[in-house]
């Protein structure tokens, strides 16, 4: 799949461009300036537009000169296309193209190109007129004044190169966030909404112009081959445990000892008390590194220095259940070659080394989850969100599961939401509303929350803050919610529909509120006042004090221990699951293709959440979770195993599909085309949903089984 054709519109680097000529038509007309401009998604750089003037070698009319205010003598000493047409590829370089009825200035410069024998390099454009009437159909006219007027973009330096593709500029920026309100986040979304709307009888798209729609998958840089090892396991498995440490009074000469005793190369210092870990902003590390540069610094007096004026701080550090690629990324990207490990509250429980990871072939790890982790800006983020996609389609070829895969995009999620939530942090602080109030802890729910996320998402969070709040606390934690959730929504990660976000008041409280709602929710005796309420189980904190996070999860489900008839209201509040099947035994579609979700996940993962939280099986995700109530209800019943195959197929085709239509540029579902299935496909498919069509009996089953 083409990366560039993943990126969301708001990171797309482009070349806005624009000609100037002596004529109308594009066959006989010869361009006498071009202009062109550098963007990145919603921002012009700041580096010099292109501007030359070309000589056309033929005389310019009256009615050209009039509009543009070029003439002969104006380019007496202009070169010609062929002298210019090095220096304005080397400027465009592999950037998109936009341009404002582009097709027009393409086919100029295809056939300048063709009189000095040279072929226009395919590439991906888009037009502006096009992309404003996606966006809104019902505008008068989409001329560049109108377009202007409608989007508040000033005109100015109008017919001349530079000028107008400075203006275009301007309007595809503009246009971004109104394409984004109508679904159309990517350039392959942008590029195929284009096409479809050519297609259109009313449009006028002269036939002398070129498409530009006609290279939308090509010059596409690929996603190369990964080490997939990295992607199937967390560092949880080959970390150090418990870590090794030393007092910060202890010298350097008792910290060699210890570490020749031991036999590892790093110690941590934790504060206060050597042998009780501490969060790693708080910690230290001394490596044999930071010992060599101690020595050759102060000579054999370094041996009797305390730890504590050699030691490295902040200690860097990795979650234990971040998949170990992640750790490889850090250690590239920061130039370390150890990190502290932590568990779900934050603090430090494991070592982590470049040894550890030699086993997992660490050489061809990808940078996609330190990407996120360090971008800066909106613009950044959603550049390394773009990757995602084609990553996930290279893991599949390479023979991992779609259940793997989910995870890896689980845990890419839960970055990019804490990164999120960082950015939206640190702008509150520069805006003036000060630190947060109180410790708090941002989390994801549902698929994200289970590890089960698909690349169809949309926005699933909370916020829970410390008890000891002040009584503006929730406003502050409001406007946090609201700009972490505007971020995400600009990078790929939709609003949720349902309104479950953070920013929304009843998915954010205090640790008693929270409890209190939990509380509330048990005694509920209507299914419809349980909307949305069972995702809430599968809640994991991405940011912040996590053992907030965890704290209210373990309680949540302490709460409804053995309660059936909660845990029934919530199999009733999401609804019955739709059958895939007919009577016949056919596949029921629309169009073509079968909603998986609706046909089989949702209800399958509906069930197994609700049993866990019956029979209080404190896991997140679905397999763990029928695994472990078939264990807590000592059943042999072959219908788990089933159902766990079939949670297995549902996944792998609907991920697949999902692939297939982001690099086409049609907005990922759960809708899986069944014309496109192999026969053995098929039959797979047809046993998963025959499974399924069990799943009331088997739930019922299970959860009165005493």
Known sequence: MSVRNAVPLIAVDAVAIDTEATGLDPRKARIVEIGALRLTGERLKSDAPFRRLVRPGIRIPDAAVRIHGIDEAVLAEAPDFAGVWGEFAEYLGE?????????????????????????????????????????????????????????????????????????????????????????????????????????????????????????????????????????????????????????????????IEKMTRHKVSSLFIFPANAEIPARPEQSGIITERDILRAIDAHGPAALTLPVGQVMSTPLSSVPADALAYLAVARMNRRGFRHLGVTDDTGNVVGALSTRDLLSLRAEAAVELGDEIDEAKETAELARAWGKLAPMCGALLREGMTAKEVASVISQELEQLTRRAAILAESAMKEAGHGDPPCPYAFVVLGSAGRG??????????????????????????????????????????????????????????????????????????????????????????????????????????????????FSKLLIEAAGATEPGLTWLGGFRTIQGRIDLKKSGLFGLVTAARSLAICHHVARRSTAERLVGVQAVMQSSDSDVEDLLQAHGILFELILTQQIIDIEHGRIPTNAVEIKRLSRKDRDRLHLALRSVEHLDEITRALLFKS
Not at 155 to 174: E, L, N, Q
Not at 179 to 192: N, P, Q, S, Y
Not at 483 to 496: E, K, N
Not at 552 to 561: I, K, P
Request: charged residues 20%; hydrophobic residues 45%; proline residues 4%.
């Open 95 to 255: 950037d998109v193209l936009i341009g404002h009825t582009i097709g027009f200035d393409i086919a100029l410069l295809t056939s300048e190109l063709d009189r000095i024998g040279k072929l226009w390099p395919p590439r991906p454009m888009l037009d502006t007129q096009l992309l404003a009437q996606i966006a809104e159909p019902k505008l008068a006219g989409y001329s560049l004044e109108e377009l202007g007027a409608w989007l508040d973009v000033e005109i100015t330096g109008r017919h001349s190169a530079v000028g107008d593709a400075t203006v275009t500029a301007k309007i595809f920026c503009a246009l971004i966030p109104r394409l984004r309100d109508r679904g159309i986040r990517t350039l392959a979304e942008a590029m195929r909404a284009s096409h479809a709307s050519l297609d259109r009888p009313e449009q006028q798209y002269h036939p002398s112009w070129v498409s530009p729609t006609a290279t939308e998958n090509v010059s596409a840089t690929g996603i190369g081959d990964f080490d997939t090892y990295l992607y199937r396991h967390r560092v949880s498995t080959v970390m150090t445990a418990p870590a090794k440490s030393v007092a910060a009074n202890a010298t350097v000469g008792t910290a």
């Open 452 to 565: 089960e996320s698909l690349l169809a998402m949309d926005q699933d969070n909370a916020l829970v803050f410390a008890d000891n709040a002040n009584s503006g606390a929730d406003r502050w934690f409001q406007m946090l919610a609201e700009q972490t959730s505007d971020i995400l929504h600009a990078v790929g990660v939709p609003y949720c529909k349902g309104g479950v976000m953070a920013k929304n008041a009843p998915w954010r409280g205090s640790l008693s509120l929270w409890r209190h709602r939990v509380n509330d929710w048990i005694q509920r005796s209507n299914p419809q006042d349980l909307l949305s309420v069972d995702i809430f189980f599968d809640l994991h904190g991405v940011y912040g004090e996590l053992d907030l996070a965890e704290t209210l999860w373990h309680d949540a489900f302490d709460a409804a221990r053995g309660n059936v008839g």
